[in-house]
């Protein structure tokens, strides 16, 4: 598998990943300077391949450079952070 490639789709409050199995995602809501980040779905034939990790990153990555404070409604996403 090559590399997968992350893009942000602002205009739909989503990062995406097309996995070559399907479409990945992780999406997110806005309010003021305050990102949520409320859902992430990796298609099953997908799954354990890290491409959860790589939306939240991309994400995350993104959020900060804007200088967003970042929340994680998404059970994952908010795994995720805790952990990494």
Not at 10 to 23: A, L, Q, S
Not at 53 to 63: E, I, N, P, Q, T
């Amino acid at each position: 598998m090559t590399s997968p490639v992350i893009v942000h789709q602002p205009d739909r409050h989503r990062f995406v990943c097309d996995t070559g199995k399907g479409e990945a995602e992780m999406t997110y809501g806005l309010s003021g300077d305050t990102i949520d980040f409320n859902h992430t779905f990796v298609p099953g034939t997908a799954r354990g391949l890290g491409i959860a990790a790589l939306l939240v990153d991309a994400g995350v990555a993104w959020a900060r450079a804007q200088g967003l404070t970042i929340k994680a409604s998404c059970s994952y996403v908010h795994s995720y952070l805790r952990l990494g």
